[in-house]
């Protein structure tokens, strides 16, 4: 990343250990991020007492309880808050508004009561929850439920990692930006027809979007909206390639100048940062592919919409991730005071 004599040897070799470790913590909260949204689309319900306790406010009539915790009737207390384990019980716990005659505290002959207060350290360490009796009482419970589909919520996920990972890059590049050896890239013009593409591609998904809409609500008017949505998917989708092909040129274009020199960091933070936008907006043109293909007349206007709304979010967030990068980094202009403020560095 340049020249480094400025540093004693002892930091360099410091700061290489602290990246390493900096990308393996990264690289953890990817297993985290998977493990969120995979246990929200495939993981199992939790249910209206995921702990199995036994005191009152673990059993409400809601999940999570409205105005009044138990509505018109207040529960009756039967026992102490403390009954687990008890000899002869079918569930593992007994919630304090059972009464004494109910099904769930039926003994076996010959257990007293003080059976009931006899709790094993080790038959604890032992059980399994989510394959006792217990999973069944909380599948029926409904329990509340996001009003968001799935896939926006996941798709609002992933945007909040990729934010963070950019925020990132432009913090290393102010950083990086404050020595003294520090030479700026050279402006490429062909950046801001780029960028016109890009803005172009964000449009024409959103006239698909609101084309989409309409051939939903008005169904008389559906052949004609639905040629609105097949014109703005295959313009967002040629702007979109022009935009890709376009950060190529300008790639062949940089290394081809005079003074290119591949030491510079600045050129080498336009790789990286451009290359990462350019995978994204790759990503996002295979999703623009599969919801192209399921253009027909027969398609189902609901997850056509929920598709087309998905890549118009997806492209919105590009194209206002470009714009920041293009106009703070890369426009030719010197806005190394307004990045540090940004950053915090000043």
């Known amino acids: ?81 403390y009954d687990y384990s008890v000899p002869g019980v079918a569930e593992d716990f007994i919630p304090q508004n059972v009464p004494p005659g109910s099904s769930k505290v039926l003994r076996s002959r010959g257990v007293g009561r003080a059976g009931s207060r006899g709790v094993s350290f080790f038959r604890h360490l032992a059980e399994k929850p989510w394959v006792t009796a217990q999973g069944r009482i909380d599948d029926l419970h409904d329990g509340t439920t996001f009003s968001l589909p799935r896939a926006k919520l996941a798709l609002r996920i992933f945007l909040a990692a990729v934010t963070v990972l950019f925020m990132l890059l432009i913090i290393a590049y102010a950083e990086r930006m404050v020595h003294e050896d520090w030479r700026p890239a050279p402006p490429l013009r062909l950046l801001w027809l780029n960028t016109a593409m890009l803005v172009l591609s964000s449009l024409a998904l959103q006239w698909a979007k609101v084309a989409v809409g ?83 007349d027969d398609a189902d206007l609901s997850r056509l919409r929920l598709s087309i709304e998905l890549c118009t979010v997806y492209w919105h967030f590009l194209l206002a991730v470009w714009l920041v990068l293009f106009v703070l980094l890369f426009s030719g202009n010197d806005n190394l005071g307004i990045i540090l403020a940004i950053c915090g560095l000043r």
């Open 214 to 296: 309409r051939a939903e609500s008005l169904p008389l008017a559906r052949r004609r909206e639905m040629e609105h949505v097949k014109w703005g998917l295959t313009a967002a989708g040629v702007f979109a390639s022009a935009f890709l092909g376009g950060q190529i040129v300008a790639w062949w274009q940089l290394d081809s100048m005079p003074l290119f020199d591949t030491t510079n960091p600045a050129i080498a933070f336009f790789y990286l940062i451009t290359g990462l936008h350019g995978l994204h907006m790759l990503g996002g043109l295979v999703a623009w592919g599969r919801t192209a293909a399921t253009m027909n």
């Open 1 to 81: 990343m340049g020249d480094t004599a400025i540093y004693p040897q002892s930091a360099a070799t410091l700061n290489e250990f602290i990246t390493i470790m900096a990308l393996i913590v990264g690289a953890a909260q990817m297993v985290f991020l998977y493990n969120l949204v995979w246990s929200y689309f495939n993981g199992k319900h939790a249910g209206s007492n995921p702990w199995r306790a036994t005191t009152l406010e673990w059993q409400t009539a809601e999940t999570p309880p409205g105005h009044g915790n138990f509505g018109k009737e207040l529960p009756v207390v039967y026992r102490w808050a």
